[in-house]
């Protein structure tokens, strides 16, 4: 089986456009809508239309008082029409037909309209264009992890998040275990040395698989790959270390306030017969100061179960959720009480930071940890070590270059160890 053919992947058209989006940056001046006075309402848009979308959307209308929905944006006219119906049925939104978009093209017709918020929640492949277009027209935007899926999109984030910064607009990120209290808590005291010198850190998403897991059909049109769990295709998702794993590389990142600079990993499809992604992963992640992260993830059905994050000091170890212990066993410092819904708090910080003009943009810190989960998958994909610099380096960018329907994109062959070469 061959290794998957990467060169003729380069960053024309769809990706392109984007870039076109983003230089119009400099003609638009440094821009920001700061709502000081706090009583006006924000208005949102919002791109993907499926379950996470739709989700998003609610979460924001929860988050807090005087902000609505007023656009959506799919690439399936059905997902759109859905979408409007639910924001307009159940949450009394107005949604007027010239707000309804769809197409390749709805990201870039949505943030030409005058919403004050870019909602985000499509297959991640397409978060690096849409980004860079709600950018480029002045828009505060939340998105959906992963925030890209290989080491190009990974960069143009990296870029277009320093022109968020430059033009005064926030961001936010759906690694909600950032906004969620217990873990803030213990990131307080994990700072100020609570647990001594982290020494070791473990990260799992062991879990049982998404659904369609076990089909045996291969679709090839694009249509079928987005519709028919888009999760399971590498192109579209980044694979499920960078999908869904990323959450906790993402806290390890954060309370490590660095990222690691290798990898070696390992991993296979060993159950899964849809798609073209493994079913599990198990990285070594080395820091800079020499401190290892065991890295593991798995979505196979009827096996053991571990979704967590944990820290080793010299005095202690953490929980990130919210413990923390001495190498005895002994309660240092538990979180206790109520916390506030995450999902919805990441909203409502981000609208909180609209409102007060105050800094805000948790995409730096995420798209390091998106690049440090691309290249653990890229280090099991070849069974080579991978080091940060060499994904930083890197020109691999996953999928089609042109977009329209119909189109056929043929499923990628499984990537082999040893055969397959980033």
């Given amino acids: 089986m061959a290794p998957r053919d990467n060169s003729s992947l380069t960053r024309r058209s769809f990706i392109q456009k984007a870039g076109v989006a983003a230089a119009a940056v400099g003609a638009l001046g440094s821009y920001s809508k700061a709502w000081a006075q706090g009583n006006e309402t924000l208005r949102a848009g919002l791109i993907g239309c499926g379950g996470r979308g739709t989700g998003a959307a609610n979460d924001f209308l929860n988050a807090a008082e005087d902000v609505q929905v007023v656009a959506v944006a799919d690439l399936f006219p059905d997902n759109a029409q859905n979408a409007r119906d639910q924001l307009q049925d159940d949450r009394g939104q107005t949604i007027s037909d010239d707000m309804v978009f769809t197409g390749f093209d709805c990201y870039q017709q949505i943030c030409q309209t005058d919403v004050d918020v870019i909602l985000t929640a499509s297959p991640p492949h397409f978060r690096p264009a849409e980004f ?42 759906g690694t909600q275990r950032r906004h969620q209290q217990s873990y803030q808590e213990c990131f307080a005291r994990v700072q100020d040395g609570a647990i001594g010198e982290i020494v070791a850190a473990r990260a799992y998403w062991n879990g049982g698989p998404l659904g369609g897991w076990d089909r045996t059909d291969a679709p090839t049109s694009v249509e079928e790959q987005i519709r028919n769990r888009w999760v399971h295709f590498a192109w579209l998702s980044g694979d499920h270390i960078v999908e869904q794993h990323v959450h906790n590389l993402d806290v390890i990142t954060w309370f490590m306030n660095s990222h690691p ?6 991993g296979f499809r060993a159950r899964k017969t849809y798609g073209d992604s493994y079913d599990f992963f198990s990285v070594d992640f080395t820091f800079e100061n020499g401190v290892h992260l065991e890295s593991k993830c798995r979505q196979q059905p009827d096996t053991a179960s571990n979704v967590s994050e944990w820290l080793v000091g010299t005095l202690g170890t953490a929980n990130c959720w919210g413990e923390l212990r001495t190498h005895s066993g002994q309660d240092i410092w538990r979180f206790r009480g109520d916390q506030p819904n995450p999902y919805v708090q990441e909203h409502t910080d981000l609208v909180n930071a609209v409102r007060s003009g105050q800094p805000f943009n948790d995409a730096h810190g995420v798209a390091e940890s998106v690049m440090t989960a691309v290249m653990g998958r890229e280090s099991a994909y070849s069974g080579q070590e991978i080091t940060w610099n060499q994904v930083m380096e890197s020109s691999l960018r996953l999928g089609p ?12 062959d499984v990537p082999l160890p040893g055969i397959y070469r980033m």
């Fill in 132 to 173: 860079a277009a709600a950018v480029a027209t002045g828009k505060h935007i939340f998105m959906e992890k992963p925030l890209a899926v290989d080491p190009v999109g990974a960069r143009d984030i990296m870029a277009t998040a320093r022109l968020a910064d430059e033009k005064g607009l926030c961001v936010a990120v």
């Fill in 261 to 266: 600079v290798s990898a070696v990993g390992m």
């Fill in 401 to 412: 270059t042109d977009y329209y329907l119909p189109m056929d994109v043929p499923v990628s």
